[in-house]
């Protein structure tokens, strides 16, 4: 079943054209992962989904709802959760208000939920009481997912989670993906091609503000031609 | 701009008189240039039978908004001599703008009427002959009240005043008044401009012994201080004496400052002259039924004397202005107005009264306790 | 031997109660190229920041080219030749990129305080500035802004501001950490060209294994602020700790096969 | 590449010629003593946009430097009563300035954004409390009036013209500073200090040299101002001479120089307009707020002031990728 | 009681005042980082719309809640209207405060024309207590319990809810804050709003304080607000409090031994307390 469903989306930026017709089908359950070279407009898929560089043109339906055009929180308080390319980090507030902050709802689930983060990312226990601008690099990346992860959301947009992760960090992460997988959709953008290939379901490949490939990771993984075509990698 | 009707008349000039006016109508001093210039209006008004016409000429009166400041007043002021070829100025309610604009009148050789700006500098150290002023000076006020006080009141005064400029040198002119007098001060005291607490100065001052709490206060502390005066009982332990403000001064006093005994320059209910009393008729008339106030008299004053002396002068011709209102006196509205040949000061009458509850009055009613004569408060003449 | 280029004796540093860099004594060998890992949060970046003069050390010292340098502002370091690229994406946000690299080349080709001469006149800094954008296949983006650059790109500016130092101690903090798949080989080659140029010595701080394999003479590794080990790649990647916690299963196979 | 359009000679060509005919064109007097009073406050402005525009920090204490320059040549020339003491009593100026500013600098810069604010404005509030304090010196808040100054500035067009070119002089003088190298990392300053230090720059250096021509520009145009005025008082020290400097540079735009030059016009007129027209028109008997309607209208429809949002769609339009700034990108937020 | 006593007492009572007004800026300066110039201007409407309304009905408590109001409303609108596009541009901030402070104060010359206005105490906070054998005035006592009240309830509003991280971090990256399922604008008008509330309620209680209003009484009070912020930290409460209690003795000291220099000595504690620590008294190194 269709989770989150992106047609013809195109954005600009003042009067740049950014994305200039990408569409993508997002399945239930599954884990997307968006590829492409810098610069292609991932990250600004990404941003248009959430409403923060809201589409000109295109659909954007979420769980079967046209969410185009609604303010950012109000889409998030659907249920989508946003890990961003740059972090997001509130550098003032302390890991701890980090959080507080981001929890929508105060309740026991929540709770259990954030038992599960601090337990995937133990450094943010040791680094509670710090400020969010002083935290090391991976340290502020595990705090991003962390405030995404804490909330009961049903679709999870995550920008290059893996950037600045300790190999077995990364590992880490993997397993949470493919954990929080059973209950929640995930939208993932990697350059990590190796953390893509282990976790992902479905590939969409953009380039230039364009989708200019869509398959499953299989396919993807096994066909030399494709990577060397859109990812200049041959592994 | 101000335009009386019609035209011409016999002979001469035919070409309106411009009056060129630069006060506050914005800024701190609005509320005094406000008053000032509405008695202009009238003096001229009452000066010309009411037809705004001297010699044949209409009067036009050309008003420029200094906002009390320095550096507007003189671009207002060269406006009005330069593009509006204006007769005479008029004006201002800030001392630092009159003082910046005297220099002016010097370099257009024009009559500055100043109305009022009070600082003895004016017609002091930065007197030219240009220059007159309707309004009274700081010492006219400091030997009004000054004199009376050591007379009736006591003999030692504790003097508080603002820590500046005016604060200063009006206390140096009390100082002068009550030493002559024959009474000292035995304390000074300066506080802030923004004060808002004067209880310390206040139980200095009661601690000082002595007889009289003398006050220089001008701007907004003043209705704080009097209210503390009050609050804290002070006028049971000793005299308090002042220059009472205007009405709205008065009103913001509150009734703690019943029985408050001081000089004043002007209250419309307190001379009693045709002058006067055709002023206020007018004032309430003209101006929502409010009767005129404490600066409104200085104004109304000023139009007369541009008028008569024009009149005199049978010119506008500065020159000849200058003879024609130097030793002149004036009918204004506290009768009798001189300008003196030395520097052009008008010697005028002053009040002693004391703030009384009233009927029919939301606020305290300046009465009559004494009036001073032009001569008994002629200041010194210090521009030479 | 040759005296070290760089060299730290006890170096400590202590925000609070935590002390994230603990009593390194760390040595490097001129033109060798020396790999810096360990897990997140263990003292790297911080570790650099004591080497770039950005942090002042709580005890110890730091020597250039034999020369205590432990007091010395962040600017003289740059002038003696120590450069950094940051973790962080650090640029000029709304300078032109080219701009941001001229800047870069200006600092250290002097001139900076004439303040009559027109930029222009120093059309040498814009040329090597250019020279330098297409090294590292940003050529095409001189004009834009560089806030507007997307993440990757930025990541290859910070790297040509870097190079436009000319420094002889580079400091790279995951110099490619965002930058796409296709375009990490070309950057690992202007890195290696530096390497090979025999005249810069290089640390890194990467996590991406291969490439710290790839490039490096020796690795050091810090865990918890301390300076664990520091050796040729191979002991290191033997090392039983190194592989339980900070490679994880991941590596596995790197250094059995 | 984007200041060339507003840097265009020939456009500044066109406009100075233009400057130069007017006395030809009309006799008012008046009208020159408006713009000679722009042309000086421009002078001014701009020198406030090489902190704020370029080196990024806002001052609130900018007319201690313009009241430097105009109690100089205030006090100098009624002290000695000597008109041509005022080359000597600018460049007492235009040293004192420097030396002042460098004292400030070393003092304040050490802190960043509203904190330096907040240390000028304090640092101004004293100058003007010893300006009003020190009154056998300074004249107080009456002020020192009948200023002799040398008699060619008494000819309105004679002066006109040496404001005109005071005025193209520190232009040039101040866009040649803007383009060197050296305001090249005033302006890579305003963007990233730490960066900036990070690639061997001593950036306080640089900063104190922005303040202390900005600093000097300024003295100048303050004694030049008492010249015109013959008068000087204790307002040449208030806050509100600084929020002039900053007004002129906001409603010109920001980091555009020329833009002062407007914005000193835009102010000049638009208070002598307001004002007179109080006088004719009861609906502006409170013309202030027609003032204040101004400011707001300005920063609304003009956010990057005059100059800077005709620059800014001009360039969009020219379609270079140049636009689009942090602010705009939080707005589509707030 | 001794000189020192009271001067001392006068001083507290003096900083309660510059609290009061100081509070209300904390919030919107110290938090939301809004270069706010208008602040005094809506402190004088409160003063105002409180007296007209304590004049019309003679309840000084329906006067401060209907001064409140009032300022709540000013807020909400400058908010909405005005400030909304520009947070984090503290140039167009200052230009777009200033305008709306000479808009304010000009609109009260409109209503209240620009003179002196008395403002007198309600009857049962008149007079003056005896503390140690002297008088002390009972409003004085007022303010300082109120100024009390005030930091406490600002105090557990912005630690028991989410509003003052809210603000922090929204002022710092609105979009991530939206991002997370907040509606920042929201959080920051009624933010705004507040502070320009607490404000107006600041006017009416040092209305009877002063004794009188003048429509510029809001601009010489703001510098004195803007200045203990920055002295106890900016965005930190106990230390606007702080910095307002010291500002208020040491000018009320200095007043009355050496006048000369009383005008200075807000700005050049300020520039000392920058110069040795400048993230303030009580705030933390950013
Ligand atoms: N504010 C902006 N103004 C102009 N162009 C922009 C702006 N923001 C992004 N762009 C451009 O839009 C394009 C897409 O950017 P985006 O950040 O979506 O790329 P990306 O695929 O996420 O790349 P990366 O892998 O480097 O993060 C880039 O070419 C970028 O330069
Ligand atoms: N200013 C500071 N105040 C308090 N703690 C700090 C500060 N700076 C760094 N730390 C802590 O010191 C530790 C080391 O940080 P550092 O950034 O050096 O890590 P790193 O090794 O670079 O990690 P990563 O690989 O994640 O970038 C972290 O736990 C961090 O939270
Ligand atoms: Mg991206
Ligand atoms: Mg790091």
């Not at chain 2, 039978?49 to 009166?61: A, C, F, P, S, Y």
């Not at chain 4, 060339?4 to 233009?18: C, H, P, Q, S, T």
């Not at chain 5, 706010?36 to 408590?61: D, I, K, P, R």
């Not at chain 5, 507040?194 to 209305?207: E, H, K, M, R």
Request: with cysteine; hydrophobic share 45%; net charge neutral.
């Amino acid at each position: 079943m269709t989770m989150l469903q992106v047609e013809g989306l195109q954005t600009y930026i003042d009067q740049f054209h950014i994305l200039q017709g990408v569409s993508l089908s997002v399945e239930r359950g599954r884990v997307t992962v968006i590829l492409g070279r810098n610069g292609a407009g991932k990250t600004t898929t990404l941003r248009s989904i959430m409403g923060l560089t809201p589409p000109r043109n295109g659909r954007v339906v979420y769980d079967g709802k046209e969410i185009q055009g609604l303010a950012p929180h109000a889409i998030a308080r659907l249920g989508i959760g946003y890990v961003p390319e740059d972090q997001g980090i509130f550098k003032d507030l302390t890991v701890e208000e980090n959080m507080k902050i981001a929890i929508r709802k105060l309740d026991a689930a929540t709770m259990e939920r954030q038992e599960f983060v601090l337990e995937l990312f133990p450094d943010l226990k040791i680094a509670w009481k710090r400020k969010g601008g002083n935290l090391s690099g991976g340290q502020k990346q595990m705090l991003s997912m962390a405030r995404a992860f804490v909330n009961d959301n049903k679709l999870l947009l995550i920008d290059e989670p893996s950037k600045g992760l300790a190999p077995i960090v990364v590992e880490k992460v993997m397993e949470a993906i493919l954990e929080l997988k059973k209950r929640t959709t995930i939208v993932l953008v990697e350059q990590n091609f190796l953390m893509a290939s282990g976790v992902g379901d479905d590939v969409y490949i953009l380039d230039d503000g364009h989708t200019v490939h869509q398959g499953s990771m299989e396919d993807i993984r096994g066909d030399e031609d494709l990577k060397k075509k859109y990812l200049g990698i041959a592994i | 701009k101000e335009t009386a009707s019609t035209t011409d008349s016999k002979g001469g000039s035919t070409e309106p008189i411009k009056i060129g006016v630069v006060t506050s109508k914005s800024g701190a001093l609005e509320g005094y240039g406000t008053q000032e210039l509405n008695g202009l209006k009238l003096g001229i008004e009452y000066a010309t039978g009411g037809t705004n016409k001297v010699e044949g000429r209409d009067v036009q009166l050309l008003i420029e908004d200094d906002g009390g400041k320095p550096d507007d007043g003189i671009k207002k002021a060269r406006k009005l001599l330069e593009e509006d070829n204006v007769d005479i100025l008029q004006g201002s309610a800030s001392s630092s703008v009159a003082s910046a604009i005297e220099p002016l009148a010097e370099e257009y050789k024009k009559i500055y009427m100043i109305d009022p700006a009070a600082a003895d500098d004016l017609t002091g150290k930065n007197f030219n002959k240009y220059v007159f002023r309707t309004g009274r000076n700081s010492s006219q006020d400091s030997l009004t009240g000054g004199k009376y006080a050591v007379e009736n009141l006591g003999k030692s005064f504790f003097a508080l005043a603002p820590d500046s400029v005016f604060g200063k040198s009006s206390n140096a002119a009390w100082k002068g008044t009550i030493e002559k007098s024959g009474g000292k001060i035995a304390q000074e005291e300066y506080a802030p401009q923004d004060t808002q607490d004067f209880t310390p100065y206040l139980q200095k001052a009661i601690q000082s012994k002595a007889d009289v709490l003398l006050i220089s206060w001008a701007g907004a502390g003043g209705a704080a201080l009097f209210k503390q005066i009050a609050e804290l009982k002070v006028a049971e332990k000793m005299k308090v004496t002042t220059g009472i403000p205007d009405i709205a001064g008065i009103k913001a006093m509150g009734d703690g400052a019943v029985g408050l005994q001081g000089m004043t320059a002007y209250y419309y209910g307190l001379p009693k002259n045709k002058e006067n009393d055709w002023l206020v008729e007018h004032h309430k008339k003209d101006f929502n039924g409010t009767p005129p106030d404490l600066f409104t008299a200085g104004g109304f004053t000023a139009g007369i004397a541009i008028v008569e002396g024009i009149k005199k002068a049978h010119s506008t011709d500065s020159d000849k202005l200058i003879t024609a209102l130097e030793g002149m006196t004036v009918h204004g509205a506290k009768g009798d107005y001189t300008f003196r040949k030395e520097d052009h000061q008008a010697i005028q009458p002053m009040y002693i009264v004391k703030l009384e509850k009233k009927d029919g009055f939301d606020y305290l009613v300046p009465t009559l306790v004494k009036e001073m004569s032009p001569e008994e408060t002629a200041p010194p003449i210090t521009n030479k | 031997m040759a005296q070290p280029i760089l060299e730290t004796r006890g170096l400590t540093i202590q925000f609070g109660a935590h002390v994230a860099v603990n009593g390194v004594d760390f040595t490097v060998t001129p033109q060798t190229f020396t790999s810096i890992i360990g897990p997140n949060g263990a003292g790297k970046t911080t570790f650099f920041n004591l080497l770039s003069g950005q942090l002042r050390p709580t005890a110890g010292t730091v020597a250039f080219h034999g020369r205590d340098i432990t007091g010395l502002p962040v600017y003289q370091r740059t002038r003696l030749g120590i450069g950094r690229s940051f973790q962080i994406t650090n640029v000029f946000p709304n300078l032109t990129v080219l701009e941001n690299v001229r800047i870069a080349a200006q600092g250290v080709g002097g001139g900076s305080f004439r303040l009559f001469s027109h930029y222009k006149k120093f059309k040498q800094y814009e040329e090597k500035a250019m020279h330098l954008l297409e090294k590292v296949h940003l050529g095409g983006k001189s004009e834009q802004i560089a806030k507007n650059l997307s993440h990757g790109d930025k990541r290859k500016l910070e790297i040509a501001i870097l190079l436009a130092l000319e420094p002889k101690l580079l400091l790279l903090d995951e110099p490619t950490a965002g930058m796409s798949l296709e375009e990490v080989p070309a950057i690992i080659e202007v890195i290696r060209g530096l390497k090979e140029s025999g005249e810069h010595t290089i640390l890194l701080i990467e996590h991406k294994i291969d490439m710290v394999l790839d490039l490096s003479d020796s690795l050091a590794v810090l865990f918890n602020g301390r300076l664990l080990a520091h050796g040729t790649p191979e002991e290191i990647m033997g090392n039983e700790l190194v592989q339980s916690a900070y490679l994880g299963g991941l590596y596995d196979d790197d250094v059995t096969g | 590449m984007r200041t060339k359009l507003f840097n265009n000679n020939l456009l500044l060509g066109i406009m100075l010629v233009a400057l130069c005919l007017v006395p030809f064109v009309s006799s008012s007097k008046f009208l020159l003593t408006m713009l000679i009073s722009v042309f000086i406050l421009a002078v001014y402005g701009m020198s406030y946009d090489l902190l704020l525009g370029y080196t990024g920090i806002v001052s609130f204490g900018h007319t201690i430097f313009f009241g430097l320059g105009a109690y100089s040549v205030g006090i100098l020339l009624s002290k000695t009563k000597q008109p041509n003491m005022l080359w000597v009593a600018i460049l007492i100026a235009v040293v004192g300035a420097a030396v002042i500013s460098l004292i400030i600098g070393i003092l304040s810069l050490r802190v960043k954004d509203v904190y330096f604010s907040m240390i000028t404005l304090a640092f101004a509030e004293l100058f003007y409390i010893v300006s009003s304090k020190w009154s056998t010196f300074t004249g107080g808040d009456d002020g020192i009036p009948y200023i002799r100054v040398p008699t060619f500035f008494n000819d309105r067009v004679k002066f006109y013209f040496v404001a005109l070119a005071f005025l193209a002089v520190m232009y040039l003088l101040l866009r040649r500073v803007v383009h060197s190298p050296f305001g090249r990392t005033l302006q890579a300053i305003r963007e990233n200090e730490q960066r900036v230090e990070s690639l061997g720059y001593h950036v306080l250096r640089y900063k104190l040299a922005s303040l202390m021509i900005s600093g000097c520009v300024a003295a100048m145009s303050g004694g030049i101002w008492t010249v015109l005025q013959k008068y000087v008082n204790t307002s040449v020290f208030t806050l509100d001479r600084t929020i002039d400097a900053l007004l002129m540079t906001i409603v010109g735009g920001v980091g555009t120089l020329f833009g002062a030059v407007l914005g000193a016009g835009v102010i000049t007129f638009a208070h002598e307009w307001f004002s007179s027209l109080s006088t004719q028109y009861p609906l502006f008997e409170r013309w202030l707020m027609f003032f204040g309607i101004l400011y707001i209208v300005i920063v609304m429809f003009f956010p990057q002031g005059i100059l800077g949002t005709i620059r800014e769609k001009w360039i969009n339009k020219g379609g270079s990728r140049n636009a689009a700034s942090e602010r705009k990108r939080s707005e589509s937020v707030l | 009681m001794s000189l020192t006593l009271n001067l001392l007492l006068n001083g507290i009572a003096m900083g309660s005042l510059i609290f009061l007004i100081a509070v209300g800026l904390s919030l919107i300066f110290g938090l939301m980082g809004v270069m706010n110039f208008a602040h005094g201007a809506v402190f004088a409407w409160g003063a105002y719309v409180g007296l007209a309304v304590y004049n019309a009905t003679g309840s000084f408590l329906l006067g401060i809640l209907a001064g409140t109001v009032g300022g709540i409303v000013i807020g909400w609108i400058m908010e909405r209207v005005f400030v909304r596009p520009f947070y984090g541009n503290h140039v167009a901030q200052i230009l777009l405060t200033l305008g709306l402070m000479i808009v304010l104060t000009e609109g009260i010359k409109m209503v209240w024309g620009p003179n002196l206005l008395g403002f007198e105490k309600p009857a049962a906070l008149t007079g003056v207590v005896d503390i140690l054998s002297d008088p002390f005035p009972i409003y004085r006592i007022f303010t300082i319990g109120v100024g009390l009240l005030v930091l406490i309830g600002v105090h557990l509003l912005l630690s028991r809810t989410r509003f003052g991280i809210i603000i922090r971090a929204g002022v710092q990256d609105p979009e991530m804050v939206q991002a997370l399922g907040i509606n920042v604008r929201r959080v920051f008008s009624v933010v705004f709003a507040l502070g320009a509330g607490l404000a107006a309620f600041g006017g009416v209680i040092a209305g009877p304080s002063f004794g009188s209003l003048h429509p510029d009484i809001g601009m010489a009070n703001q510098l004195n607000a803007f200045i203990v912020i920055v002295i106890g930290g900016i965005g930190n409460f106990p230390g606007a409090a702080l910095g307002s209690v010291l500002i208020g003795i040491v000018q009320t000291f200095m007043a009355f031994y050496l006048p000369d220099v009383a005008m200075a000595v807000s700005v050049a504690m300020m520039a000392l307390v920058l110069i040795w620590k400048p993230e303030g008294i009580l705030g933390v190194r950013r």
